[in-house]
């Protein structure tokens, strides 16, 4: 199957500093790809549509000037979190689906942000 | 698929037949329902899809039925490394998961 990475894995930060996370798809190109945020025992919650070429389009209660995203390529979005605060720790996982037809979408591994 | 409901947890034994059934009652026309599995601190991995009836494939089988306000995920003769997490969802929408634990 398709394959999505993501970098960094893990990352630790310091409150008010920003942090970058990277999510690729390896062997297909993704027009769309998803950012999802995980809590600890909490399923996934849909934080933005980032589409290649144009701007992200964020879920209702996420702020766009808070999570920045950038899809630069068609295999790669961005995900930054500015200013970073303790409450921002949680799992951060992409997603990408290989065609604007496609019903399956294929997960990255996951970023484990720790904000100290 | 605006809200699913799913048990949120469920216990098992290796070798047998395990069925989850998720809720979702205010299912769109035109979506499909997907069921994921999540092991923890990992990406979801997309098990199996359908739109209504049955479909079956290499681990899973899955059962709507024609009104598709339910569907059952059902996984044959689990091991061990079937513990995990099993949501189901829509298109971008997942459900609360059910923690499935198999035990020796």
């Known amino acids: 199957g398709a394959v999505v990475s993501q970098h960094p894995s893990r990352v630790i930060c310091k409150s008010g500093t920003s942090v970058k996370i990277e999510c690729r798809s390896l062997d297909f190109q993704a027009t769309t790809m998803f950012w999802y945020r995980q809590f600890p025992k909490q399923s996934l919650m849909l934080m933005a549509t980032s589409n290649e070429g144009s701007k992200a389009t964020y879920e209702q209660g996420v702020e766009k000037d808070k999570f920045l995203i950038n899809h630069a390529s068609l295999t790669l979005s961005t995900l930054t979190v500015t200013s970073a605060h303790p409450e921002d720790s949680s799992f951060y996982i992409c997603?990408?689906?290989?065609?604007?037809?496609?019903?399956?979408?294929?997960f990255g591994p996951g970023t484990r942000l720790t904000v100290l | 698929l605006a809200k699913t409901t799913q048990p949120i947890s469920m216990d098992s034994y290796e070798g047998q037949e395990v069925n989850i059934t998720c809720s979702h009652n205010n299912i769109a026309t035109n979506d499909y329902i997907t069921w994921y599995q999540q092991f923890p601190s990992q990406g979801p991995r997309f098990i199996i899809q359908?739109?209504?009836t049955k479909v079956t494939n290499e681990v899973a089988s899955l059962f709507i039925p024609a009104d598709r306000k339910s569907s059952t995920l059902s996984l044959p003769r689990v091991s061990l490394s079937d513990t995990a997490v099993y949501y189901c969802g829509g298109k971008l929408i997942f459900g609360q998961g059910t923690e499935l634990s198999v035990k020796p």
């Open positions: 997603s990408a689906k290989p065609g604007q037809g496609a019903n399956e979408q294929f």
């Open positions: 359908g739109y209504k």
